[in-house]
């Protein structure tokens, strides 16, 4: 789920605006033997967004996002990895385009990486490469 700011910024054909996105995320590891192959993460990000107004690329407006958020789990262990806290920092980067009536759907690539920062002695971190298609309502 996300919440967008007003404009931030807007000349000339570029704009900056935002959200704030909330999201409830399952993982599943097959990873043998694992000490624990499933948790829950709960993740809040603020996302400040590029967009590109002036430009059209097949009826679509392209934008670049990016933000820093934090995540909390509900263990700190997921297949092979001990994270060592069931919390994490969230940088992601991204970019995407808008199209429909009214700029309704909105097709995008992150990427994410998670990780502790330091906080605890293990910190192995963790990579996700998503392909999101969103509604906007």
């Known amino acids: ?7 931030l910024w807007n000349n000339e054909g570029l704009s900056i605006d935002g959200m704030l996105e909330f999201g409830i995320n399952y993982w599943d590891s097959d990873t043998r033997p694992s000490r624990n192959d499933s948790l829950v993460d709960f ?11 002036s430009f059209t690329f097949f009826g679509a407006r392209p934008f670049i996002e990016g933000g820093v958020g934090f995540h909390v789990f509900t263990d700190d ?16 980067g991204g ?8 700029e309704r759907f ?13 906080l605890s002695d293990s910190n192995p971190g963790i990579d996700f490469h998503l392909l999101r ?5």
């Open 106 to 118: 909105e097709l995008a690539y992150r990427y994410q990486h998670l990780s502790n920062a330091g």
């Open 95 to 102: 970019a995407g385009v808008r199209f429909g009536v009214d």
């Open 77 to 92: 262990k997921f297949g092979d990895k001990d994270f060592g806290i069931p919390f994490a920092f969230a940088p992601t």
């Open 43 to 53: 993740g809040l990000s603020p996302i400040v967004r590029l967009q590109f107004d």
């Open 1 to 7: 789920m996300g919440w967008n700011w007003p404009k």
């Open 133 to 137: 298609l969103s509604y906007h309502f």
